[in-house]
């Protein structure tokens, strides 16, 4: 069926459309809850035709040879197994996608930096694509920065791979609303629904509930597996993005109580000059200046925990 897609059949084609469009609903609800925007979609059938024009490519520079009836490549650089780029009786696989992607990100969006975000059990595959990228001249190593972000797994709370009640894995929709109910539970029982409308009730939902989420993936070492709790996540103390977010409210409504605009505030700032006298606030300051040195850390390696 792979085959007779790439080909180009009417029925198969029109098989394919419809599921394309109930995963990219599903995609896009995702988008608009977590507020990603501009999104720029480069499926893999984006890469058909490209695909066609790389394999003849390839050929005609003697990168691939026989195997068994496959067209294969061998990477180099160190990796010793090789891409299959045309399958026994045609049609292409993931290593042509993958390649040809890459050749269009470089050649066509003229990218200077590409990274793939994927778990780290693919990590031998995508050491395989660039490698193979740097043999067929794709990748120029001294303008070009090329790497695999790998991420482990999320477990849950008994130590294996997080999983839905029902036992199958966890889609990232049902995680959210999980997330907006226990974040409900947890803001009705500090009583907020007594003194927020229910428009403010939802955005403190969202804030605590994708908030918390995002600052639980984010605040772990991407390259090892991890364990999520919700109740951790939710919890108001400790390295939590519910604490920094309590911690942002107190200070707003002292601001807001004393009649304070954050204009005013930041005037204030630079009108006068900042004494330092306590050592707690030695030690924040200190933490403060070293934000130019995180940022460059960050765009190094890429771990967004340190």
Not at 65 to 70: C, L
Not at 233 to 253: S, V, W
Request: glycine share 8%; with cysteine; net charge negative.
């Amino acid at each position: 069926a792979v085959v007779d897609l790439q080909k180009g059949d009417p029925e198969i084609k029109s098989a394919w459309k419809t599921i394309y469009d109930i995963s990219m609903n599903a995609n896009n609800e995702v988008y608009r809850r977590l507020n990603i925007l501009e999104i720029i979609e480069r499926g893999e059938s984006f890469y058909q035709n490209m695909m066609e024009k790389v394999v003849v490519e390839l050929k005609e520079r003697d990168l691939l040879e026989q195997d068994d009836g496959r067209l294969i490549l061998w990477p180099g650089g160190g990796v010793d197994t090789p891409l299959t780029i045309e399958k026994t009786g045609g049609g292409f696989t993931y290593d042509t996608s993958d390649l040809t992607a890459l050749n269009q990100r470089i050649v066509d969006e003229k990218a200077d930096w590409i990274f793939y975000v994927v778990g780290s059990e693919q990590g031998h595959h995508f050491r395989q694509i660039i490698a193979a990228g740097i043999k067929c001249g794709f990748i120029e190593s001294t303008r070009h920065r090329v790497e695999h972000i790998s991420f482990g797994m999320v477990l849950g709370e008994d130590g294996k791979k997080l999983k839905s009640r029902s036992g199958e894995s966890i889609r990232l929709l049902e995680l959210l609303d999980e997330g907006m109910a226990r974040s409900l539970e947890k803001l009705k029982e500090k009583q907020r629904d007594k003194e927020l409308t229910k428009e403010e009730m939802r955005l403190a939902q969202e804030a605590t509930a994708y908030g918390g989420i995002k600052y639980a993936d984010l605040s772990h070492n991407r390259t090892r597996d991890y364990v999520f709790s919700f109740d951790r996540m939710l919890d108001d103390k400790g390295n939590t993005a519910i604490y920094l977010l309590y911690a942002y409210t107190r200070i707003k409504g002292i601001a807001r109580n004393a009649k304070i605009s954050d204009c005013a505030i930041r005037a204030a700032a630079e009108a006068n000059e900042i004494s330092l006298d306590h050592p707690s606030e030695w030690k924040l300051a200190k933490a403060l200046c070293r934000l130019p040195e995180i940022l460059l850390k960050l765009q190094n390696d890429l771990l967004s925990h340190s």
